[in-house]
Antibody, heavy 119, light 107 residues
Framework: EVQLLESGGGLVQPGGSLRLSCVAS????????MSWVRQAPGKGLEWVSD????????YYADSVKGRFTMSRDNSKNTVYLQMNSLRAEDTALYYC????????????WGQGTLVTVSS | DIQMTQSPSSVSASVGDRVTITCRAS??????LAWYQQKPGRAPKLLIY???SLQSGVPSRFSGSGSETDFTLTISSLQPEDFATYYC?????????FGQGTRLEIK
């Protein structure tokens, strides 16, 4: 059974940093791209970042480029999202998501971890 | 960036109704489109990928069609558990983008 378990969310002041983690199980982790998708309270889905199975390629939404860094440790079946220079508009539930295989469709989602940026 | 526009933003329907939701891309995306269903307090669920392929375990009353810029999600006979918000997503190119969502409500 595929499981994705996020952690690391919390309350942070504007300008601060957080690192989200997502531990995966139930599939051959290194064979699949992974992504982060966020959802602000009461709003729609926003793709944030994506990383290839090897970790060699990363992609970012314009809204986070230069501030967020996605990485993975295939030995630990874990992806990370390092978030710096946080803004109020980064407040959202952050989902870890698994690529279905090939074209970035998401077939499994975590339960999400809430990030709140407020003073 | 490719913009995805869904219509309608919300729709009211009854159990047993046939419902169609549309999604328009700002430029051609071939068939690189997915549909997701999201219920309150839950993570999204993949329904359709590659515009018309049904994800495993999804009831056959859900179907998708379209290519390039115009896509549709059809629910042939609404069931009580189908009342939710639906999102389209293009994966043709980065940045990946979602539509704004369509809320399907009970009439």
């Amino acid at each position: 059974e595929v499981q994705l378990l996020e952690s690391g969310g919390g309350l942070v002041q504007p300008g601060g940093s957080l690192r989200l983690s997502c531990v995966a199980s139930g599939f051959t982790f290194s064979s699949y791209a992974m992504s982060w998708v966020r959802q602000a309270p009461g709003k729609g889905l926003e793709w944030v970042s994506d990383i290839s199975g090897s970790g060699g390629s990363t992609y970012y939404a314009d809204s986070v480029k230069g501030r967020f860094t996605m990485s993975r440790d295939n030995s630990k079946n874990t992806v990370y999202l390092q978030m710096n220079s946080l803004r109020a508009e980064d407040t959202a539930l952050y989902y870890c998501a698994k690529d279905k295989g090939g074209k970035r469709y998401v077939d499994y989602w975590g339960q999400g971890t809430l990030v709140t940026v407020s003073s | 960036d490719i913009q995805m526009t869904q219509s309608p933003s919300s729709v009211s329907a009854s159990v047993g109704d046939r419902v169609t939701i549309t999604c328009r891309a700002s430029q051609g995306i071939s068939s690189w489109l997915a549909w997701y269903q999201q219920k309150p307090g839950r993570a999204p669920k993949l329904l359709i990928y590659a515009a018309s392929s049904l994800q495993s375990g999804v009831p056959s009353r859900f179907s998708g069609s379209g290519s390039e810029t115009d896509f549709t999600l059809t629910i042939s006979s609404l069931q009580p558990e189908d009342f939710a918000t639906y999102y389209c997503q293009q994966t043709n190119s980065f940045p990946i983008t979602f539509g704004q969502g369509t809320r399907l409500e009970i009439k």
